[in-house]
């Protein structure tokens, strides 16, 4: 009986140890506010992904120069339209963020207003990922520089 009781404890601190491993999913930051500040700043972006809902929508954007001000101030310009608007960085829950929110209200760059997670950067290429808090879905959007 003892024996029993013991393999029931050792099998359940095991199943306990697995099931509590780490995921790549709550990995710690790969970059911080300030390193993705001083990278958009540089130059300009064009979207080489935008994937929404598993659906890719990288043509949206097709044409479009992103350009993000020192200031905070957002453009993306095509040659004959531009849409502005506002872009900013932090941290929220241990993950740096880089909050997009453009004027239009309706059409792809709506689509693209949101609070991005970072989950790559180099000086050439940014990486995002924005979680739904509606009904989980996942979007991901990639900026290359022009």
């Not at 989950?119 to 924005?130: M, P, Q, V, Y």
């Amino acid at each position: 009986m003892k024996k029993l009781k013991l393999i029931s404890i050792l099998s359940l601190l095991l199943f306990t140890s697995i099931s509590c491993s780490d995921d790549d999913d709550t990995s710690t930051e790969v970059s911080n506010p300030t390193e993705i500040t001083s990278t958009v700043t540089d130059g300009q972006w064009i979207v080489t992904l935008f994937k929404e809902n598993d659906v890719v929508q990288t043509s949206n954007y097709s044409g479009y120069s992103f350009t993000f001000g020192a200031d905070g101030s957002l453009s993306a310009t095509n040659g004959s339209t531009t849409q502005s608007g506002d872009w900013s960085t932090y941290t929220d829950s241990g993950y740096t963020k880089l909050d997009m929110m453009f004027t239009a209200l309706d059409g792809p760059f709506e689509e693209i207003s949101e609070d991005w997670r970072v989950i790559s950067r180099t000086t050439t290429k940014i990486e995002l990922k924005h979680v739904s808090g509606g009904d989980g879905s996942i979007d991901y959007l990639t900026f290359e520089k022009d």
